[in-house]
Every structure is written in structure tokens, then in C-alpha cells.
């Protein structure tokens, strides 16, 4: 009897992304996490919540960082998370530093490349991250060739 094999659902990532965006915000000494929540609320009279929401200081400058938690870092996913991150960023205060990122299993240079045509960070758990704001500037790149994580989508045309 074969076994199915359940893919994670996002909720279920979460506990791995908030210890990720711990360890990425640890790398910059002058970075002071404040706050870290989950399924946070933007702002209390929206139905909007935020998988993950941080309220740090850099410097002498206070940040919130809005976090969408994907099940896949493919494009497509990375576009609609760049859509409900600008939504959710529209509900922030403008006076104080706000900025976003998504959160995957893997992020391809493809979306990579995405996050930063729209100016929002992205990591993932294989190692990759790019987080750039106010004088904040965080990147690794794992080679895709060495990432287990990586996803690889299986031709519909076989050759025959």
C-alpha cells in the first residue's frame, strides 16, 4: 500500500519562518527585534491579518516588518503575495518605517528577481534572503545545484 505524502500547509510553517526572520534580523548588531506575532491583526478595524508582523528598531529608526508565509516560492506565488503585502502595508501608519517580505521553503532567482522589482525582502529556509531598507542591507544566496529544498516542476511533455 502506498503512503500519500501531504504537503506542509502554510500555517504549519510559520514557527520555522518566525525563527528564520529571528536569526536574519540577528546578523545586523545595530538591528533590535522588539516584537514578533503571528496572524496579527492590520490595523484592528481591518479584517487583514499578517502571517507574520515585527516591530524592530534599526538604529535609532522603528520598522515594522510585514511577513506573507508561502507553501511555495514559485512566481506566481510570489506575485500574489507581493499584491496582499502592498495591501497590507497601505494599513500601517506612514510616519514610521514599514517594509515586507515573503517567506518560503525555497525562493527561486526568478522570484528573487520579483521581490526586488517590487522592493519587498524575501526568505526562505534553504538560506537564501535579501532584506534592504532604511541603511539594512541582508543577502545570501544558496546555489540552487546544492539546495535540497528546491522544488522542481515536472515537464507535462515527456519525450518519448
Same mark, same amino acid.
Given at each position: ?10 500555517i ?10 529571528? @536569526?536574519?534580523? *540577528?546578523?545586523?548588531?545595530?538591528? +533590535?527585534?522588539? =516584537? ?9 478595524? &481591518?479584517?487583514?491579518? /499578517?502571517?507574520i ?5 534599526? *538604529?535609532? $529608526? &522603528?520598522?515594522?516588518?510585514?511577513g506573507? %508565509?508561502?507553501?511555495l *516560492?514559485?512566481? $506566481?506565488?510570489v506575485?500574489?503575495?507581493a #499584491? ?5 502595508? @497601505?494599513?500601517?501608519?506612514?510616519? +514610521?518605517g ?5 517567506? /518560503?521553503?525555497?525562493? &527561486? @532567482?526568478?522570484? /528573487?528577481?520579483? %521581490? ?15 532584506? =534592504? ?15 535540497a529544498? %528546491? @522544488?522542481?516542476? +515536472? =515537464? /507535462?511533455?515527456?519525450? #518519448?
Open positions: 500500500m502506498l503512503k500519500s505524502v501531504e504537503p506542509l500547509k502554510e504549519e510553517l510559520v514557527p520555522k519562518f518566525e525563527a528564520l526572520l529571528k @536569526e536574519l534580523l *540577528g546578523h545586523a548588531p545595530f538591528i +533590535k527585534l522588539r =516584537s514578533l506575532t503571528t496572524g496579527a491583526r492590520l490595523p484592528i478595524a &481591518s479584517h487583514d491579518r /499578517a502571517d508582523l515585527a516591530q524592530i528598531t534599526a *538604529g535609532k $529608526r &522603528s520598522w515594522t516588518l510585514v506573507q %508565509c508561502k507553501r *516560492g514559485q512566481p $506566481r506565488e506575485r500574489i503575495a #499584491l496582499q503585502l502592498a495591501r497590507y502595508l @497601505e494599513h500601517l501608519p506612514r510616519d +514610521k514599514r517594509y515586507a517580505l515573503v517567506l /518560503a521553503p525555497f525562493i &527561486s @532567482e526568478d522570484s /528573487a528577481q520579483i %521581490c526586488a522589482a517590487e522592493g519587498i525582502g524575501y526568505a526562505d529556509l534553504a538560506g537564501n534572503a535579501r532584506l =534592504s531598507f532604511d541603511h539594512v542591507f541582508i543577502e545570501t544566496r544558496v546555489p540552487a545545484a546544492t539546495n529544498s %528546491c @522544488e522542481r516542476r +515536472k =515537464s /507535462a511533455l515527456t519525450s #518519448l
